[in-house]
């Protein structure tokens, strides 16, 4: 099965700042590469599909970028909703896989 | 408004059975593949189980393969899991999602999920 590492574990940040955060795939998953945010006894939430595609009503200050094996989510600049924590997931091949998770925290 | 809503979490003993539920409304269920994700107490997110908008594709992880199975009933909008020779390392709350499109696809909505703990 295709594995997710993600990093780092933990972000610490200041609301303002800028999250980069980083998901990489034990073989090629193309673009077919998602984030999802879960906040705190929530479900989680789909942010980007595809690499790159907000999904509806997610704010601009999020985005998605990369392909292959090496990805990156980018928060330009943090909002206190924004502290949760972050999954990769993807759908190249089965079983779909989800990564670790990365948890920002404010600092 | 999409919404889903699961049901039928609760204590096991390891080895019993349980069937999870998940309601859904607010869409054209049939036209979309749907998706059970879970998540360990304090753990991250595993994917579990999806399934075609018209039951012909069944997709399982291996570690409940041979053990769980998902179904639905398009006339009734309901989504299932019916689950299986249970053991401790199933004990996570169990989400259904809605695909965006293919069994495949990303999930754009999510339940709240319901908790299943097994545990003598």
Redesign the interface.
């Given at each position: 099965e295709i594995v997710l590492t993600q990093s780092p574990a933990t972000l610490s940040l200041s609301p303002g700042e800028r999250a980069t955060l980083s998901c990489r795939a034990s073989q090629s998953v193309a673009s077919y590469l998602a984030w999802y945010q879960q906040r705190p006894g929530q479900a989680p939430r789909l942010l980007i599909y595809d690499a790159s595609n907000r999904a509806t009503g997610v704010p601009a200050r999020f985005s998605g970028s990369g392909s292959g094996t090496d990805f990156t989510l980018t928060i330009s600049s943090l909002d206190s909703e924004d502290f949760a924590v972050y999954y990769c997931q993807q759908r190249s091949d089965w079983p779909l896989t989800f990564g670790g998770g990365t948890k920002v925290e404010i600092k | 408004e999409v919404q889903l809503l699961e049901s039928g979490g609760g204590l096991v003993q390891p080895g019993g059975s349980l069937r999870l539920s998940c309601a859904t409304s607010g869409f054209s269920f049939s036209s979309y593949s749907m998706t059970w994700?879970r998540q360990a107490p304090g753990k991250?997110?595993?994917?579990v189980s999806?399934l075609s908008g018209t039951g012909s594709g069944t997709?399982?992880?291996?570690s409940v393969k041979g053990r769980f199975t998902i179904s639905r009933d398009n006339s009734k909008n309901m989504l299932y899991l019916e689950m299986n020779s249970l053991r401790a390392e199933d004990t996570a709350v169990y989400?259904c999602a809605k695909n965006?499109r293919s069994s495949?696809?990303?999930?754009?909505y999510?339940?709240?999920?319901t908790l299943v703990t097994v545990s003598s």
């Open positions: - | 994700v991250g997110l595993e994917w999806a997709y399982y992880a291996d989400y965006m495949s696809s990303s999930c754009d999510w339940g709240q999920g």
